[in-house]
């Protein structure tokens, strides 16, 4: 659980970056790093939980992280487009933090 918390929290700290790109564009390709950084831990995280573990809220715990991975993952391909992200998009990525 504890290993899980710690993606979570590293998908976050990616997440709030975007932020960032928004007000600097130049910081676009930085924050495209950090978060496919964030999102290839996580999944590794994931990946690496034996079947033994995976009890009711170890299983709950990674479906709110694959969650909120996809919900990066989107954002950032959104990014990669446009490159940039829109004002409705920030107050989106504060709206979810909980997992």
């Known amino acids: 659980m504890r290993n899980l918390k710690q ?7 990616a997440r709030q970056l975007m932020a960032q790109a928004r007000q600097d564009p130049e910081a676009v390709p930085k924050v495209i790093d950090i978060g496919w950084d964030s999102l290839v831990q996580a999944h ?17 715990q990674q479906l709110a992280l694959q969650r909120y991975a ?17 004002p409705d998009e920030i107050d989106d990525i504060d709206g979810d933090d909980e997992v």
């Not at 993606?7 to 700290?13: D, M, N, V, Y």
């Not at 590794?44 to 709950?60: K, N, W, Y």
């Not at 996809?70 to 829109?86: D, Q, S």
């Open 7 to 13: 993606a979570q929290a590293g998908l976050k700290k």
């Open 70 to 86: 996809t919900a990066l993952l989107v954002r950032l391909r959104r990014l990669i487009r446009r490159g940039e992200i829109g």
């Open 44 to 60: 590794r995280i994931m990946a690496g939980i034996p079947v033994s573990a995976a009890d009711e809220a170890v299983l709950t």
